[in-house]
């Protein structure tokens, strides 16, 4: 059973940094793209940042040039590394996981992890 376990959440002042990690096991499978979204009380869960099996990388604008994405295939492991955060950066992030070929899709997700940014 695939499982994604996270870790690096925690409080923070605001223009700190911190960098959360998600490692997945139970396969051998190299997912497709693997990312970070984030949710608030009362709104839906948005995409942070994402990373395609080959590098490639795609941002929502609010983060850009503060959130850097990465991931080691050979570990199935996804980070992202988040600088000068800010107040609305607060939220728990989950990270995300596609597996897709063809027809076929399927997304796993870990359990999410809490950032807090003090302002």
């Known amino acids: 059973q695939v499982q994604l376990v996270e870790s690096g959440g925690g409080l923070v002042q605001a223009g700190g940094s911190l960098r959360l990690s998600c490692a997945a096991s139970?396969?051998?499978?190299?997912?497709?793209?693997m990312g970070w979204y984030r949710q608030t009380p009362g709104s839906q869960r948005e995409l942070v940042a994402s990373?395609?099996?080959?590098?490639?990388?795609n941002y929502t604008n609010s983060v850009k040039g503060r959130f850097s994405i990465s991931r080691v295939n050979a570990k199935n492991t996804v980070y992202l590394q988040m600088n000068n955060l800010k107040a609305e950066d607060t939220a728990v992030y989950y990270c995300?996981?596609?597996?897709?070929?063809?027809?076929?899709?399927?997304?796993?997700w870990g359990q999410g992890t809490q950032v807090t940014v003090s302002s």
């Open positions: 139970g396969t051998i499978f190299i997912f497709n793209t």
């Open positions: 990373i395609t099996r080959s590098g490639s990388t």
């Open positions: 995300n996981a596609d597996d897709y070929s063809g027809t076929y899709f399927r997304a796993y």
